[in-house]
DNA sequence: ATCTGATATTGCGCGCCGCGCACTATATGC
DNA sequence: GCATATAGTGCGCGGCGCGCAATATCAGAT
């Protein structure tokens, strides 16, 4: 990769540490209180140069979270072709959500601040794209007929979430992987030939 | 229901009207184009007043969307308790999303405008709490230890909202009542039992 | 090592937005 | 008909997003 492009990268991931961390420490509550300005500074940067990499203080802080998701593709297409798909989907994500164990302070902030929740939504759901057409791979079907890959990949963006809310809720009782398992065992079907063959 | 009350109601809506109306009338390319003031104006109310209802353009866009996610739980309350889950949600849902046939340029003019995202996901994801409520009365399980009321309700909005975005795709092929159903079909397992004890 | 062209960063300024506050208008319930 | 809670409004402030143009920075060729 060009190091151009490496550089913007380490600038954009800084504001975005920035902005979460900064965030963080105000807590769900002090949003109003996280300055454009301030973030700036804290990634040593112009007020002008954050607003070229992001367009809200929102999505500066979700951008972590959004980044990770827009992954979910690749790490289903990771997965060994011959496994099965509820194996391979539950693996995938307990992988791609779970390396490392999430931060709790950050997936707070952003699942618990009410000015957060749409871009909160929008990060989450950024793996749907991704993952209804790693899925639509593996199952051989027509993602323009079929909607079992977009609506599987929505349900299991859905599991996610899901499951980050109640990990956050829980205390150390559980470890996020096995919170994730259980919420997809849920909607990732064992067979899911008798639907696949049902939504054609 | 206190007369006063009706009219705050009214005023809500009619804001709400406006707003979606101009939003569709620039569509999806041109949201910025719709000004506060224009969005008051034709509410006939001041902007001030607008700004105590919605607290952003978005919101006032989506009103109608949240608001009707907000009924989910009722509409699956109100099928009878002694038919499966299965139906009975697709019923429900049906029920609250297809009376009337939703308004195509509404609907496009909210899921495929990038800047309401955001919004859009938050307005479908409304259905989700009062949903898994609901889902939990009728499986007798507990949601605080279940995973499955909660990961059902999303993955059953998420299938909502694919179907919306397939049924705006295609044309006047399928009623959206027929997506829909195809859509939850592929999430909501017609015996749910080998599910819900797995996840006890 | 130097130059050069591309590109990232910055400063400035504009228009709009959300909202707190205080005031006014309204009509509900007595 | 009146008192009073409540909805609507005007004003003003601080902040934000972004277009534009100038500047700084750096990769790559010579």
Redesign the pocket.
């Known amino acids: 990769m060009?190091?151009?492009?490496r550089?913007?990268q380490a600038?954009r991931e800084a504001i975005s540490r920035a902005a979460l961390r900064l965030a963080v420490e105000q807590g769900p509550g002090g949003l109003a209180l996280?300055?454009?300005?301030d973030i700036?500074e804290a990634a040593?940067?112009?007020?002008?140069?954050?607003?070229?990499?992001?367009?809200?203080?929102?999505?500066a802080i979700c951008a972590f979270q959004a980044d990770q998701s827009k992954r979910a593709g690749q790490a289903l297409r990771a997965r060994p072709a011959d496994e099965p798909l509820d194996q391979a989907v539950i693996a995938a994500m307990i992988e791609l959500y779970t390396d490392p164990e999430p931060d709790r302070a950050g997936l707070r902030m952003i699942m618990s601040t009410p000015e957060l929740e749409g871009e909160a939504l929008k990060a989450f759901s950024m793996a749907e794209g991704p993952l209804a057409e790693a899925i639509a791979m593996r199952t051989g079907t027509d993602p323009a007929r079929d909607l079992f890959p977009a609506v599987m990949a929505a349900a299991v963006a859905g599991a996610v979430r899901v499951a980050g809310r109640h990990w956050l809720e829980a205390g150390n009782a559980e470890s996020f992987a096995a919170v994730l398992r259980r919420a997809l065992s849920c909607v990732v079907p064992a067979d899911v030939r008798n639907l696949t063959t049902k939504d054609r």
Do not use: C, I, M, Q
């Not at 996280?34 to 300005?37: A, C, L, S």
């Open positions: 060009d190091l151009r492009t550089n913007k600038t996280v300055r454009v300005h700036a040593g940067v112009s007020p002008r140069t954050y607003n070229n990499y992001f367009s809200s203080r929102e999505e």
